[in-house]
């Protein structure tokens, strides 16, 4: 069995409820307010869930939220071999929820954007480890450069899975072919997908043109997750175009889905399963997770049928 080693920036999520977002210099009344550790950390505890050595190799912050952080982290039982900053404290997220609408987040980052090479220099990793990024940490200016030089340098020893999230036409193109060369996996949403693509194309030209407009090689897999309906998949060993659906579930809070599945592929990709199989699992738990409140909610592995 291989490991989950996560450099996916981990940071404490500020949750307000509000009736409606404010206009520009306007204001409202919160209805309520929480603080919960999120970011990547939903992936770690997801893959940690599945019975599989998870680590940590991102930056923690010294102050309240990265001491917070830790405590996830030790109650998880996930290996943390990533430095502490003595100088700053961890970054934050602001999800401000109206009812009936998708969260609209603003992220404060912190010591997990300053990872530098040394941070690095220590991680111990084998052949069958599953390596997770996310696109938030290729656009720090510090963590950025420093994860692209170590993958260049280390990538095709280990499986690397890139997620990268609402902002990925933002990665610059010199990033992304870099990454084409030691790239397993890449998971995106349909919404990412389509940002890529440019237009609204079906299922099977949807993923050629997104392979195509970023370069991915055929030997990487490529997952579009497409909630309900479960994910789409091309790539990595697939015949073709492989749909895997998901059972239907009533939606309580759907923050932290992806990296709920991205956890669990993850994870099961490291203790050797097959694609198909990864994603059937991967699609049970986001789907459990979207049944509960809060950002970290991937079930536990005895929980799950797949």
Request: net charge negative; hydrophobic share 45%; aromatic share 4%.
């Amino acid at each position: 069995m291989g490991r989950v080693i996560s450099l996916e920036s981990i940071i404490v999520d500020l949750g307000i409820d509000v009736p409606a977002l404010p206009p520009v210099g306007g204001d409202v009344i919160a209805a309520d307010s929480r603080a919960r550790v999120g970011g990547g950390f939903n992936l770690v505890a997801a893959a940690a869930r599945q019975g599989v050595p998870t680590s940590y190799a991102g930056r923690i912050g010294s102050g309240p939220y990265g001491q917070l952080i830790a405590e996830a982290l030790a109650a998880e039982h996930i290996d943390v071999s990533g430095p502490i900053d003595p100088a700053g404290d961890s970054g934050y997220c602001v999800a401000f929820q109206v009812p009936g609408a998708d969260p609209t987040y603003v992220t404060v980052p912190g010591a997990e954007g300053r990872l530098v090479p040394r941070d690095l220099a220590g991680v111990d990793f084998g052949p069958r480890d599953v390596l997770c990024v996310s696109g938030y940490d290729l656009l720090y200016r510090v963590s950025g450069p420093t994860i692209i030089g170590w993958l260049a340098e280390h990538g095709a020893d280990l499986h690397v899975v890139l997620d990268p999230g609402p902002l990925v036409l933002d990665i610059p193109a010199a990033t992304m072919r870099t990454l084409t060369g030691v790239l397993d996996v890449l998971t995106i949403s349909t919404r990412e997908a389509l940002l890529i693509a440019g237009d609204e194309p079906s299922s099977d030209d949807l993923h050629q043109a997104v392979r195509r407009r970023l370069g991915l090689h055929d030997a990487t897999m490529l997952v579009v997750r497409a909630g309900e309906r479960g994910c789409t998949a091309t790539g990595g060993g697939l015949d073709g175009l492989v749909t895997v659906p998901v059972d239907a579930v009533d939606p309580v809070d759907v923050t932290g889905a992806g990296d709920t599945h991205t956890g669990v592929l993850a994870a099961r990709l490291a203790e050797g399963s097959g694609p198909e199989e990864a994603l059937a699992a991967a699609n049970e738990a986001a789907a459990a997770s979207v049944t509960l409140e809060g950002p970290a909610t991937a079930p536990a592995r005895s929980d799950m049928t797949t």
